[in-house]
């Protein structure tokens, strides 16, 4: 069965990356520092921040001094958009099986799975980095 709401580690480090780097905006942080804080392999969040600077979410900076920041700011991100940066548009399903199997009939879990991938959908759209309690 699929799950009404996949989130991989790769984009739970990216959520979580964007909330670390919305505590200091002003702070560089590098991939070492980052991965310390969320106790993760450096390669994968070095993947994972890579695709956030490919869609401008974080500016990046080589070098000695290198690191990360925000790439706007944090009241003007949304957690939808870091999802959508790692995983791809959230989809939104309508059953739990792969391959639905009612063949048009009424689906055991009524509109359950639909009405929850909505609520889903417009929770993360409607929630900015800014609005979360960023205390450890």
């Known amino acids: 069965m699929q799950s009404v709401l996949k989130i ?3 984009a739970s480090l990216g959520l979580h990356s964007m909330m670390v780097l919305a505590r200091d905006p002003a702070r560089k942080l590098s991939v070492g520092e980052l991965s310390k804080i969320l106790r993760s392999s450096e390669a994968h969040l070095a993947k994972v921040l890579q695709r956030l600077a490919k869609v401008r ?3 990046s900076t080589r070098g000695p001094r290198g690191g990360f920041l925000l790439g706007r700011p944090a ?3 949304n957690l939808l958009e870091v999802y959508e940066a790692i995983e791809g ?3 939104m399903t309508k059953c ?3 391959k639905p199997i009612c063949c048009g ?3 055991v879990f009524g509109d359950v799975i639909k009405n929850v991938n909505r609520q889903i959908s417009e929770h993360l759209a409607m929630t900015k ?3 979360q309690n ?3």
Do not use: F, Y
Request: charged share 25%.
């Open 134 to 136: 960023l205390e450890e």
């Open 8 to 10: 991989s580690e790769a």
């Open 105 to 107: 009939g009424k689906c």
């Open 57 to 59: 979410l974080v500016k």
């Open 75 to 77: 009241a003007k991100i």
């Open 89 to 91: 548009p959230l989809a």
């Open 129 to 131: 980095l800014s609005s």
């Open 96 to 98: 739990l099986l792969p």
